[in-house]
Every structure is written in C-alpha cells, then in structure tokens.
C-alpha cells in the first residue's frame, strides 16, 4: 500500500464511522421525491422520441462538436437555439454552457475583478463558491436570505459589488426574497448574479424561471438556467445583456477551454423547451 491508499483509507474510514459515506446507487422502480427530475422529461418517451427525430433533420450530422466554440466546435443550429433561449428568458442574448457548475464558475471567475466583492448566500451551490474562490474579488458569505446581514456587510464593501444568489434553494425548496434583493441592490449599485438552476422549467411561461415570471428579469445582471434538472436533458446558459455574452466569450475560461456540448445535447434543450410549450399542465401538475 502506497502513502496514497492509507490517506484515501483513512479518509474513508472517518466518513464511515461518522455514518456519511456517500455510495453509488441504482434506483429503478421507485417513486421519485429525490431527484432533480421535477416534471418527469427525463423519463419522457414522447420527448426522446422528440429529440432523436429531430437529430437527424440537422445538418451536419457531428456525433461530437470537436472543439472548443472557439474553434471547431461551433455552428449555425447552437446560435439559433441561444436566440430561441435569448427570447425564453426575455434576454438580449444567451449564451450555452456545457453545464450549469460551468456557467456559474465562469461568471464568477471572469466578471468580478481584483478590488471588486462578492457575496453569495451561505446556502449557494458549491459552484458558486467555487467560482467565488477563482476570482480575485474578495469573497463574503451571508446568512441565508438575511437581507439585513447582507446589507450589513455591503455597506463596507469595495469596488464593484456582485451579489450571487439562487432563486429557488434546492435543499429545502424555498426561495431567495428577489424583491428585497434587487431593492438592495439598487440602493447600492450592486449587481445580482441569479442562479435559477431549481426554477427554470418549474416557474414562468415556458419555464422561464422566477426573474422572468416575477418581472424582475431587467434588474438582474446575469442569469444562468440550468437544463439537467427540471428540463429532463442537460446543459445550461447565461442570459444577459449582449455585453456580457460577448465578454463571457472572450474572457471565461470554463467557455473557451472545453469542448462545445454535441449536437444531440443541443437538440435535447431545443426540444424540451418546446415539450414544454406544448404541455403546460406539467407545471401545474407539480
Ligand atoms: C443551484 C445549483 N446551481 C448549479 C448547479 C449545477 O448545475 P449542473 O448540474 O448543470 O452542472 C446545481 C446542480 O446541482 C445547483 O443545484
């Protein structure tokens, strides 16, 4: 055994012992109340179906984008489909990440600057956090949608001010208080970061989330929609000015380092927004 295995032995025995080892799982034949799966379109036969007929009317065929957007990995369907997502979530423009962790470490790590604060909600997903540690900002946390102690500690903030929240907490389903929020962050010149990973698909017409159905969408900086939870496929965008989705291409590593998402990824969001569309009693249903 190396130094390697005892340190990896170690490590496992104490999550043992304390009672969370985390383990790999199959689940079949059970009722759902754990997964992200919220409308059931992951399982939708109808919307695979959707999907693959859809794959072969797009021309041409890639099995994989091949390279970063950058390079070889871009084409004329993923622009028609960011304009689709650009108009879902009444944006100038969208921008499609390889995931929703990608999308928030990218805004995170690029926009705010050295000089420049960050906070984020105690609860806010571990790419937030992550993304928050990329950046040379300083980074602060607050208590869980305690506007009271946010605006405490704005009020010794420097340069420019981000404030990146979630709209709908997945842990305990409740929501971010979006109205006291953009209020705050007007008084303060402060710009919101909204991660709308829980509500896009669950909120708002077409799915559009909780900024857009509560009409909050043109106070809010910069948006990301993630589609590997209630839209039943995978991937995710930023919604935002043409600004950002223009700086977001030139300086966001988590963008131009990696591989484009394939072809049948992009179908898979094109199709399931239009799923959507055609079944608005799900939302209900949930
Ligand atoms: C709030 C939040 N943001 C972002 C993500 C990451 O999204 P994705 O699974 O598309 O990487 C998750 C997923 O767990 C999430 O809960």
């Not at 405490?152 to 907490?169: C, P, T």
């Not at 131009?256 to 939302?283: M, R, W």
Request: glycine share 8%; charged share 20%.
């Amino acid at each position: 055994m190396t130094s390697l295995d005892h340190f990896f032995d170690d490590r496992l025995l104490a999550r043992e012992q304390e009672d969370r080892l985390r383990k790999l799982s199959v689940q079949e034949n059970l009722i759902d109340f754990c997964s992200n799966d919220y409308l059931g379109l992951a399982r939708s036969q109808e919307l695979a179906q959707a999907i693959s007929q859809k794959t072969g009317t797009i021309q041409p065929l890639r099995n994989g984008a091949s390279g970063s957007r950058l390079l070889s990995g871009n084409n004329s369907y993923t622009e028609e489909v960011e304009s689709k997502l650009a108009q879902i979530f009444k944006s100038e423009a969208a921008l499609i990440f390889n995931s929703g962790y990608a999308a928030n470490q990218a805004i995170l790590s690029s926009v705010p600057q050295r000089g420049d604060t960050i906070f984020y909600d105690e609860l806010a997903h571990a790419c937030i956090k992550d993304g928050a540690r990329l950046s040379m900002a300083s980074r602060f946390s607050f208590h869980h949608n305690d506007l009271n102690d946010l605006e405490r500690k704005i009020k010794k903030a420097k340069g420019k001010i981000f404030i990146a929240v979630e709209s709908i907490y997945s842990m305990d389903g409740d929501q971010c208080p979006l109205a006291g929020l953009v209020t705050l962050s007007k008084k303060y010149n402060a710009f919101i970061i909204l991660d709308e990973a829980h509500s896009t698909g669950v909120f708002g017409d077409e799915g559009n989330g909780l900024a857009v159905s509560g009409n909050f969408h043109e106070e809010i900086a910069m948006r990301i929609y993630t589609f590997g939870k209630a839209m039943g496929v995978h991937g995710a965008c930023v919604a935002g000015s043409k600004k950002l989705i223009n700086y977001l291409i030139n300086f966001a590593r988590p963008f131009i380092y990696t591989t484009a998402l394939p072809l049948h990824a992009i179908v898979s969001i094109d199709c399931a927004f239009e799923f959507l569309k055609n079944h608005p009693g799900f939302q209900k249903e949930l």
